[in-house]
C-alpha cells in the first residue's frame, strides 16, 4: 500500500478530502497486496458498502477513497501490505529465483 503522496502538505487528502482517510497522507489504489483471506473475515463487503452509502456524495477518487474511509475507520484490519512488506517479500522471491538458478546451472554442468 503506498501512501497518495510522500509529503502531506503537498497530498490531496489533507487539503481537499471531505471525508476521513487514512494515515496522514491517504492512501493510492494503483498498486496493491491483498490478503484476500483476511478481508473475506472481516466483512470486508460490508465496510466498502457501508463507506460508499455514507459517502458517496463526498468522494472524487471512486475505489481509492472507498478504501481510504474504510482504512480510517479500522486502521488495524487494513488487508493490505505496506511497501516494507511488499520488498521484503521481492526480495525473498529473487533469492529464490537466484538459488533454482544456481541449481540448475550446476545440474546442467554436471
Known amino acids: 500500500m503506498a501512501p497518495e503522496h510522500e509529503e502531506a502538505a503537498l497530498s490531496w487528502y489533507p487539503r481537499f478530502a471531505r471525508h476521513p482517510f ?3 497522507t491517504g492512501v493510492n489504489s494503483g498498486v496493491m497486496l491483498m490478503n484476500l483471506t483476511r478481508m473475506r473475515a472481516s466483512d470486508w463487503t460490508e465496510k466498502i458498502l457501508e463507506a460508499y ?3 458517496k456524495l463526498s468522494i472524487t477518487w ?3 477513497d472507498l478504501l481510504n474511509v474504510v482504512f480510517h475507520d ?3 484490519n487494513s488487508c493490505l ?3 516494507s512488506h511488499l520488498i521484503i517479500i521481492i526480495i525473498i522471491i529473487i533469492i529464490i529465483i537466484i538459488i533454482i538458478t544456481t541449481i ?3 545440474n546442467v554442468n554436471n
Open 74 to 76: 479500522n486502521p488495524g
Open 53 to 55: 452509502h455514507k459517502y
Open 62 to 64: 471512486g475505489d481509492q
Open 81 to 83: 501490505y505496506f511497501w
Open 104 to 106: 540448475t546451472i550446476i
Open 22 to 24: 487514512f494515515g496522514k
